[in-house]
């Protein structure tokens, strides 16, 4: 009896706390909005195309971790790693075509990411430790099959991710088509439920026969897909490659999934509301370079507002 | 003179008053058991008095006198010490390190010869007397942790011991030691208060007897005034009213067959023949292996041994996907934790299991998903409504109603495994439970159960197998047997 009155109380208050945040992101999505608009030159062409590039690259990241964090597995910190070393592999290949070459570079991604998440899943590994033991080791393959130089492209075939199309970047197009594929795995196939499942309580997936274990590689094998076409899109926009390319992408995705409402303890969340979230920081950067403050004061300012939302998650999901 | 008593108790959480005037007395060199069902206030009236709750109404006092207990610490300052029923021994520590943890009397650096020796005395008052100060807490049984925290109890310098069934865990010799260093303590002039549910217990070693019902105190009496009868009857005397559904038993072959099914450490050799249509109910306590024989069933159990044939057919043991491709569906004890999805939606959960037949290459049919869950939605009795709620908004009842639901629905009717049905469900949808159980069976589910809560064994069941320590002990028809044997049963065969 005790326990169903406790229930009840804490219930509402949870209710409340539910409401409490969905009212401060309304709030903060009106601010930004408000900002943006009466930033002078916020609206031109040229700051949406820039805007447009720069989502591109680190949505598909965050579009990638947010399967990891959807299974319950928070996040990875070697996405970065292998955006830079997929972006390599696919320069490297390029002399056999721009086809094996994008194939090569993808297969690279999921494979290196799979392993990873057969780790996670097989063993129970923690998985930022597993994830920090492969950012070392893709640092280290890559250097010492580099040897430290920078590498250009052994082919041709890159304009065609330089273009347009109806006035859209194509690095935007394939950024928009990466979140379209993603959210249907999400939430039209069978995989993208378990993963959903997964994530929320994997004993109960367990014990209503899920392979748990084939869900989370799985989830690890998109993840490293969108980073190796994070990567293919990177290596043609520079035109060259090393492996500082993706660095710090890791922190940038997660920010991103965790702004977009994606639940870090698992079991909820979608490729649209990551793509909100890459979009909401990508605002506030354009906004607080087009409003002249230095580099660092972007960085302090977008540190302050992803600890305010991830307080915000805390407060939500207390109950 | 009472060493500590309570006049008048009340204790609500919102509108529901958990213990109700009660009224208690403890002697000094007194082993005082308290007795009750589960949410009968037991736990509650130890909180009171080891002051982590504080009473509504009425008046705590120590040697007569009116006082109120602040706090934990204040509860050991007076003399009041708990020996907790979670095992709360740190692991990573020295067993000298755990039996002076939290002591007030002890600096902070405790290497001191004597403190060891009194250590030593203690550890082989309880049996002890081979484990090593030093070794880690980590590498012993649960039977010996417990013991351990026997020890510290012993080497506290209080006058009331309160433990919390401190032998759910053990062997009967390491429950004889732990009665042992009960009876010390006694000669000594100390005050137990001893919470159980094994009868046998009570009149092995305690004085006398309380016996809480639904937070209301039936009685104390002296244990050589009473018998075990009469003690069940004191626990169990309410009617038990028009929870349960009648019915005529019309089973219809057997759907599950259990032979030498072992579970190590704690099944042996357990053989069970089930039957479509019919409840078979698995009695026991904590650590009896009833749930654990469930759990090997569902696939759940990475050591189980054995042969069971499910619908003619053999099912392997060991594996989750054998277990359900043989129409073996499992509701799990633990609801939070392995049952239900809390962060997904009511009809999200109800569908949990069924993805398979709903996918064509690998993508949902969403429209006929949807119709499913309603369907399922309506076999159990949950509100079309709350289909897009998240499963931790419901009631623990509707929680249990998804765990249901999601274990239906298969082409034929199969198994249907059931540990602990009805924990944390209040009484109204206790009853929808149960009609929804004898549903099951009308449609030719064989149903199996465990369950510790036998008033509810005796009224839903068709079978009732008793398991006492990984054994079964007996097994009745219905109506062949009542509470008390299944008490006998399940509490302490040898003397039944």
């Known amino acids: 009896m005790t326990e169903i009155a406790l229930n009840n109380r804490l219930r509402g208050s949870g209710l409340r706390a539910r409401h409490l945040v969905l009212g401060i992101r309304i709030v903060a999505a009106a601010t930004i909005a408000g900002f943006a608009l009466t930033t002078q030159g916020f609206l031109s062409t040229l700051s949406i195309n820039a805007l447009l590039t720069a989502i591109s690259f680190v949505g598909c990241v965050a579009v990638g971790m947010t399967f990891i964090t959807l299974t319950g597995n928070i996040m990875s910190l070697a996405l970065g790693a292998t955006v830079s070393a997929t972006a390599l592999t696919f320069l490297a290949t390029l002399s056999f075509g721009i086809v094996p070459a994008l194939l090569v570079a993808l297969l690279f991604g999921v494979v290196i990411t799979g392993l990873q998440g057969f780790l996670v899943g097989y063993f129970q590994a923690n998985p930022i430790l597993v994830s920090i033991a492969a950012l070392s080791l893709l640092l280290g393959a890559a250097a010492f099959a580099t040897g430290g130089h920078r590498i250009y492209p052994a082919g041709e075939g890159l304009a065609i991710f330089k273009g347009r199309i109806a006035g859209i970047p194509v690095q935007a197009l394939c950024f928009f088509a990466t979140v379209i594929a993603a959210q249907f795995i999400l939430s039209w196939t069978r995989i993208g439920r378990q993963m959903a499942m997964v994530g929320s309580n994997s004993r109960a997936a367990t014990a209503a026969g899920i392979e748990t274990t084939w869900t989370i590689t799985i989830a690890y094998m998109a993840a490293g897909a969108c980073a190796a076409i994070s990567g293919v899109l990177l290596a043609a926009r520079y035109g060259s490659g090393d492996m500082e390319l993706g660095a710090g992408y890791d922190y940038t995705a997660i920010a991103a999934v965790l702004v977009g409402g994606t639940a870090i303890a698992g079991g909820s969340g979608s490729a649209v509301r990551t793509l909100v979230g890459v979009t909401v920081i990508a605002i506030i950067e354009v906004v607080l370079l087009l409003r002249g403050f230095s580099e660092q004061l972007q960085y302090l300012i977008t540190g302050i507002i992803v600890l305010a939302v991830i307080m915000l998650h805390v407060v939500g999901e207390r109950r | ?496």
Not at chain 2, 258 to 270: E, Y
Not at chain 2, 313 to 325: G, Q, W
Not at chain 2, 434 to 443: A, K, N, S
Request: proline fraction near 4%.
């Open chain 2, 1 to 496: 003179m009472s060493v500590l008593a309570v006049k008048g108790v009340t204790k609500r959480f919102g509108p529901n008053a958990v213990l109700k005037n009660v009224s208690l007395s403890l002697d000094a060199r007194e082993i005082h058991a308290i007795c009750g069902e589960n949410g009968a206030g037991k736990s509650t009236l130890v909180k009171i008095l080891t002051g982590l709750y504080s009473p509504d109404e009425g008046v705590v006092s120590i040697d007569d006198k009116p006082t109120a207990i602040q706090n934990p610490q204040h509860a050991q300052e007076l003399g009041i010490a708990l020996v907790a029923q979670e095992l709360s021994l740190a692991p990573a520590l020295s067993v000298l390190d755990n039996i002076w943890l939290g002591n007030r009397n002890v600096p902070l650096f405790h290497r001191r010869k004597s403190l060891r020796m009194k250590a030593r005395a203690a550890l082989d008052q309880v049996g002890l007397s081979d484990l090593s100060l030093d070794a880690p807490v980590s590498g012993l049984s649960i039977g010996r942790r417990q013991l351990v925290e026997t020890a510290r109890m012993l080497t506290r310098e209080a006058r009331v011991f309160f433990l919390d069934e401190p032998t759910a865990t053990l062997s009967d010799v390491e429950i004889e030691r732990i009665f042992d260093a009960l009876r010390t303590l006694k000669a000594e002039g100390k005050t137990i208060v001893y919470i159980t549910h094994r009868l046998g217990e009570v009149f092995e070693v305690c004085d006398s007897v309380s016996v809480l019902r639904n937070g209301e105190l039936v009685g104390t009496r002296p244990t050589a005034e009473i018998d075990r009868g009469h003690l069940m009857e004191m626990m169990l005397g309410r009617s038990i009213g028009e929870m349960y559904p009648t019915w005529q038993s019309k089973p219809a072959g057997a759907a599950l067959t259990i032979k030498n099914l072992h579970v190590p450490p704690v099944v042996r050799d357990f053989n069970l023949v089930a039957e479509r249509g019919a409840v078979t109910c698995i009695a026991g306590q904590v650590g009896s292996g009833a749930l654990t024989i469930l759990r090997a069933l569902a696939g759940l159990s990475a050591v189980a041994t054995g042969e069971v044939t499910v619908l003619g057919k053999p099912m392997r043991l060991r594996s989750v996907a054998a277990a359900r491709s043989a129409d073996v569906q499992f509701i799990s004890e633990d609801r939070a934790g392995e049952g239900i999805f809390l962060r997904l939606s009511a009809g999200q959960n109800l569908i949990a299991a069924k993805l398979r037949e709903h996918t064509t290459w690998g993508v949902l049919a969403r429209a006929k998903l949807r119709a499913t869950a309603a369907k399922l939605a309506g076999a159990v009795g949950i509100d079309l409504t709350r289909l897009r709620s998240p499963a931790d908004e419901l009631s623990g009842g509707n929680q249990q109603k998804l765990a249901f639901g999601r274990s239906i629905g298969s082409a034929q009717p199969g198994v249907l495994l059931m540990n602990e049905p009805t924990r944390g469900v209040d009484v109204g949808a206790r009853a929808e439970i149960y009609r929804l159980v004898r549903g099951f069976c009308d449609q030719g589910y064989c149903v199996v159960m465990a369950s510790s809560d036998i008033e509810e064994v005796l009224g839903i069941a068709d079978r009732v197998i008793s398991m006492y320590r990984g054994h079964q002990v007996g097994s009745y028809r219905r109506g062949e047997v009542d509470m008390h044997r299944v008490l006998a049963d399940i509490t302490h065969p040898a003397a039944a």
